[in-house]
């Protein structure tokens, strides 16, 4: 049971879905009216002749990347995962499983997707559906290249720019923040219950090493034969004793500080034994949108309470 959960989680981090999303998060408000652009507009292969007016987005992290660039009232159906900002306009639409004709009955001038499953991208082509793929960053630099390509598409690129302007200030302001270390504090990210983890080679390890912080899961997958994320033992993380925990399984399957300290052997962890265990946003902490910020924020306020 929970191999398939971990496999699901694995997928979700891969595409940048949440396992399971509890629909909590900001509010989405109007946003102003669309600026004007020179068009057509060219992003990759997809050519857009006039502003798009009925966006379908297919993907949580496609979703709030619209939002954040403004083209919010442009977005007319959201994936049944996409739950940031609150009230986007969620439909039945399958991220995992997408339907070409589910998608083409909404009648949009743009799909964005966050994956290809099933080789939907080539059935909405087919069906002259402008689609454009802003697949799972694996690096930061990717994802700010996929904001500013989603604000040029939509005729938001000023929107876009200010988007990535902000979230480099605020990290370098993150990271700077950082108490400086003789020895670098050595972690342990939870993805599921049955010791899944992400090393430093993914995305969201290059945010924990980008604070300083040093992945025990690092040497489980040094062949990389694990695709960044490995399966570590019981016996393996209590050897490796991380100073701290952080748990991406907190709402999706019920992790918390209590049942961490709860498992059997495991007393004798650092992070365990002084606290040092944070429960993270699933969803945030499955995404490479906008609100990477936020997650760099959690990570470095929990550095900087250990002396």
Same mark, same amino acid.
């Given at each position: ?27 989405? !408000? ?9 068009? &057509? ?10 502003? &798009? ?19 919010? !009232?442009?977005?007319?159906? =959201? ?5 940031? &900002? ?47 793929? =802003? ?157 990477? =910020?936020?997650?760099?924020?959690? =990570? ?8």
């Amino acid at each position: 049971m929970l191999r398939r959960r971990a496999l699901g989680l694995l997928a979700g981090l891969a595409f940048g879905l949440a396992a399971c999303s509890t629909g909590n998060g900001g509010t989405a !408000t109007p946003t102003a009216t669309p600026t004007s652009a020179a068009y &057509p507009v060219t992003v990759g292969s997809v050519t857009l002749d006039k502003q &798009p007016a009925k966006i379908v987005s297919l993907g949580p992290t496609a979703t709030e990347m619209l939002y954040a660039v403004n083209a919010g !009232t442009q977005v007319v159906a =959201v994936d049944d995962q996409s739950n940031y &900002p609150a009230g986007v306009p969620k439909s039945d639409l399958s991220a995992y499983k997408p339907s070409a004709e589910a998608i083409a009955a909404k009648n949009p001038d743009l799909v964005v997707l966050t994956n290809d499953s099933d080789k939907i991208v080539d059935q909405l082509k087919a069906l002259k559906i402008p689609t454009f793929l =802003v697949p799972a960053a694996a690096t930061l630099d990717e994802a700010y290249a996929e904001i500013a390509d989603l604000g040029k598409l939509t005729g938001h690129a000023d929107d876009a720019a200010k988007v990535v302007a902000d979230m480099k200030s605020k990290l370098d302001t993150i990271v700077k923040s950082v108490k400086a270390r003789t020895k670098p504090l050595t972690y342990f990210y939870e993805v599921s219950p049955d010791l899944y983890s992400a090393t430093s080679k993914t995305f969201i390890g290059s945010i924990f090493t980008l604070l300083g912080l040093q992945n025990v899961a690092d040497a489980a997958d040094a062949d990389g034969k694990a695709f960044g994320y490995p399966q570590l033992s019981a016996e393996a993380l209590v050897k490796a004793n991380p100073d701290l925990i952080f748990l991406a399984d907190a709402k999706c399957c019920q992790q918390t500080a209590d049942t961490v300290k709860a498992r059997a052997g495991w007393s004798g962890i650092t992070a365990v034994s002084k606290g040092q265990i944070v429960a993270l946003d699933d969803d945030i902490a499955s995404r490479w949108g906008p609100r990477i =910020v936020d997650l760099a924020q959690t =990570v470095a306020t929990s550095v900087n309470q250990i002396s």
